[in-house]
């Protein structure tokens, strides 16, 4: 499980404190990027040439947040191959519809995972294991980070 803390994006800023995202701190700005209530373009500073490492591994970082549907989920899209063991492996999926279990996420019906343009998509969050309006009453399930061998999904 990942979780991205304000720390660990704080690290990656250029900690000059310039206030030109109209933050009083590369710190607060930290802790509104996390929270998806800002957006890396509004740091100017970040766009010298001096700080590029540090921005991409922030854009990497800050994807997980703006990426991660309410169950926590995320797609490493850059890794996905298409190959459809998600789908087919999925308990919900297979229990929306039979269609699905060797179809390769083929099926008409709302299932969770479903490959559009050769990557996996989440498309009814709703039929998750994980998901409940009362995130007690989730159940675990990660058999689709496990079934993934280019560890292209995983719950933050
Ligand atoms: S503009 Fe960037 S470097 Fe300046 S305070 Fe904001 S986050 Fe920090
Ligand atoms: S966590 Fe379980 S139910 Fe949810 S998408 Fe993954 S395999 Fe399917
Ligand atoms: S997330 Fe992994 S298992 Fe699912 S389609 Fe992409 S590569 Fe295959």
Known sequence: MTKVSPLEVHKLLPR???????????????????????????CPTINEARYLRQKLALKELISKVLAATPTKFVIHEERCTGCGNCVDACPA?????????????????DVVLKIEDGVVKVV???????????????RPCSVCVDSCPYKAIEFM
Do not use: I
């Not at 009814?124 to 989730?138: P, Q």
């Open 93 to 109: 999926n297979v229990a929306v519809s039979l269609e699905v279990s060797g179809g390769k996420g083929s099926a008409s019906k």
């Open 16 to 42: 000059t404190n310039c206030k030109k995202c109209g933050n009083a701190s590369c710190m607060a700005f930290a802790v509104k990027l996390v929270s998806g209530k800002a957006y890396l373009d509004e």
């Open 124 to 138: 009814n969050v709703k039929a998750c294991r994980r998901f409940e309006e009362d995130a007690s009453e989730s």
